[in-house]
């Protein structure tokens, strides 16, 4: 977690206490049921769409070990296939979707990529 808080520039205080495992949030998820969470991991499945609205929207599965979350977003995606990101946003361990129900999903507030280095490392 320091590695990832010093590459990307989020202080370590901050990145220390919040960010999360997905293996975490999958084995825990009614802990974090409905709570503002932060996990990184590696963008695949990527699908675009507009919502009944007319906006453009994005889902993708966020995958870190042999785990994975759903993580779905309005706006454009602003990540590719196989990045590695920081997503902050809302985990639902549960939504239903008319008849189905959608298990272990992160409602996107915050997507940052991890290849970016923080420039006051770079020397």
Do not use: C, W
């Amino acid at each position: 977690m320091l590695a990832i808080a010093l590459l990307t520039g989020i202080p370590v205080a901050e990145s220390a206490d919040s960010m999360l495992e997905i293996i975490d949030l999958l084995s825990h998820p009614e802990q974090y049921d409905r709570q503002s969470v932060a996990v990184v991991g590696r963008v695949a499945n990527l699908q675009v769409a507009t919502n009944r609205q007319g906006q453009p929207a994005y889902g993708f599965l966020l995958k870190a070990g042999s785990g994975s979350v759903k993580v779905v977003g309005l706006g454009k995606a602003e990540v590719h296939e196989g990045d590695q990101v920081i997503v902050e946003g809302v985990f639902n361990r549960l939504r239903q979707v008319g008849r189905s129900i959608i298990y272990s999903e992160i409602k996107a507030s915050l997507i940052r990529p991890l290849d970016r280095l923080n420039p006051d490392l770079v020397g």
